[in-house]
T-cell receptor, first 112, second 115 residues
Framework: GQQLNQSPQSMFIQEGEDVSMNCTSS?????WLWYKQDPGEGPVLLIA?????ELTSNGRLTAQFGITRKDSFLNISASIPSDVGIYFC????????????FGKGTLLTVNP | KAGVTQTPRYLIKTRGQQVTLSCSPI?????VSWYQQTPGQGLQFLFE???????NKGNFPGRFSGRQFSNSRSEMNVSTLELGDSALYLC??????????????FGPGTRLTVL
C-alpha cells in the first residue's frame, strides 16, 4: 500500500531558527497536505498543495509540491515557541479514493 | 460555525468488551472519515461515509465497523476489544463533493484505553 516517509522524526531548535521537514512517497499523490497537531487535539490543516511544482505560503510557513508528485517539503521560518507540536504530511491520491495517507510526523521543540 | 465534535473524549474498557464512538460533523458536511492514531503506526484510515454509505475502507479487521445517520452524524464500533486497540480515534468532516480534494477538518478525538 501507499506509504509516506517523513523526516526528521524530531527536531530541537532555538527560537528564531528556520526549520525544514520533508516527505517522500513510493507512489504519486494528486494533493499534498501539511497538518499540525497539538497535544490533546486533532490535526489542523496548515497548507494544501494541489499541483506539481506548486509553492504555497501561509505566514511563516512555506510548502512545495514536488515535481515528481512523490515528495513535498515544509519550511518554517523564524520559529517561535508556539510552533511546538507534531507536524504531519498527508497525501491524497484523488479520484474515488477519499482517504488520506499520513506520514509518521515530525515532533518540533522550540527552545525560547 | 461549530467544529467537529466527538464523544466521549476519554474511554476506558477491558479486553473483550465493545465500544461505540460518536462524531458530529460540521453543519452542512456530508462526509465523515475515521482514523486511528497510535505512537507506533501513526494515523491510519479506517473508513469514510457519505450520505449513509461507506465509500472507502482501510485495512482493519471486521471488528471495526461504522455507520452514518441521515443527519450525517457517524458512529464507529469496535467489538471484542484487544489491548492493541488502545489509540486516539479521530473523526474528520468534509463536504464530500466529488472531484479535487475536499479539505478534511478533524475533531479532538476520543482516547480509548483497553485494559
Amino acid at each position: 500500500g501507499q506509504q509516506l516517509n517523513q523526516s526528521p522524526q524530531s527536531m530541537f531548535i532555538q527560537e528564531g531558527e528556520d526549520v525544514s521537514m520533508n516527505c517522500t512517497s513510493s507512489s504519486i499523490f494528486n494533493t499534498w497536505l501539511w497538518y499540525k497537531q497539538d497535544p490533546g487535539e486533532g490535526p489542523v490543516l496548515l497548507i494544501a498543495l494541489y499541483k506539481a511544482g506548486e509553492l504555497t505560503s501561509n505566514g511563516r510557513l512555506t510548502a512545495q509540491f514536488g515535481i515528481t508528485r512523490k515528495d513535498s517539503f515544509l519550511n518554517i521560518s523564524a520559529s517561535i515557541p508556539s510552533d511546538v507540536g507534531i507536524y504531519f504530511c498527508a497525501g491524497h491520491s484523488g479520484g474515488s479514493n477519499y482517504k488520506l495517507t499520513f506520514g509518521k510526523g515530525t515532533l518540533l521543540t522550540v527552545n525560547p | 460555525k461549530a467544529g467537529v465534535t466527538q464523544t466521549p473524549r476519554y474511554l476506558i474498557k477491558t479486553r473483550g468488551q465493545q465500544v461505540t464512538l460518536s462524531c458530529s460533523p460540521i453543519s452542512g458536511h456530508r462526509s465523515v472519515s475515521w482514523y486511528q492514531q497510535t505512537p507506533g503506526q501513526g494515523l491510519q484510515f479506517l473508513f469514510e461515509y457519505f450520505s449513509e454509505t461507506q465509500r472507502n475502507k482501510g485495512n482493519f479487521p471486521g471488528r471495526f465497523s461504522g455507520r452514518q445517520f441521515s443527519n450525517s452524524r457517524s458512529e464507529m464500533n469496535v467489538s471484542t476489544l484487544e489491548l492493541g486497540d488502545s489509540a486516539l480515534y479521530l473523526c474528520a468532516s468534509s463536504p464530500g463533493r466529488r472531484g479535487p480534494y475536499n479539505e478534511q477538518f478533524f475533531g479532538p478525538g476520543t482516547r480509548l484505553t483497553v485494559l
